[in-house]
């Protein structure tokens, strides 16, 4: 814990110092550091003189909190009313076993990493996964082997071409 304080100060600072900021103060190094880690929770408590139990509550209730951190790659596959009907769960299945890895994880090489989503809006597309930014539509179990062959062939190209 010690070792985070540090890469914290910039947030944790005297005027925050009251129970009423801690979902800002989660927000905040949800944003700087991409997720919220034991430690960072740990600091907050400490930081607030609240109990650890408090901030582990407020962090898991709200959905907007991530306690792994993304992918480089991270992925989104939709499960919304329209792309769960037209194979969103098997497209969730082929993705997480491509790629080894449960939802809301990640990859061993840090490379990827799997959301489940209510939905992202385009449900004439269904079934959707979004990779990064990249919207894939009318996405199958075959389709997914071909989009994750992509990136990963894109991924090794890049030293490569810097050399």
Do not use: W
């Not at 947030?11 to 129970?19: E, M, Q, V």
């Not at 600091?43 to 792994?68: C, G, H, K, M, W």
Request: hydrophobic share 40%; glycine share 6%.
């Amino acid at each position: 814990m010690e070792e985070l304080k540090p890469e914290l100060a910039d947030i944790l600072t005297s005027d925050k110092k009251d129970r009423r900021h801690l979902i800002s103060l989660l927000q905040q190094v949800q944003r700087k550091f991409g997720y919220i880690s034991k430690e960072a929770m740990l600091a907050i408590a400490d930081f607030l003189e609240i109990p650890e139990s408090t901030v582990y509550s407020i962090a898991t209730f709200y959905n907007q909190f991530r306690f792994t951190p993304l992918g480089k790659h991270p992925i989104k596959v939709c499960m919304g009313t329209a792309c769960h009907l037209a194979g969103g769960k098997l497209v969730l299945e082929a993705v997480a076993r491509e790629l080894d890895v449960s939802v809301g994880g990640i990859t061993a090489d840090h490379e990827f990493s799997l959301e489940r989503v209510a939905c992202v809006g385009c449900c004439a597309l269904a079934p959707v996964v979004v990779v990064g930014e990249s919207v894939y539509p009318r996405m199958t179990p075959v389709k997914v082997e071909e989009v994750l062959v992509t990136i990963k062939s894109i991924k090794q190209e890049k030293p490569e071409k810097q050399m």
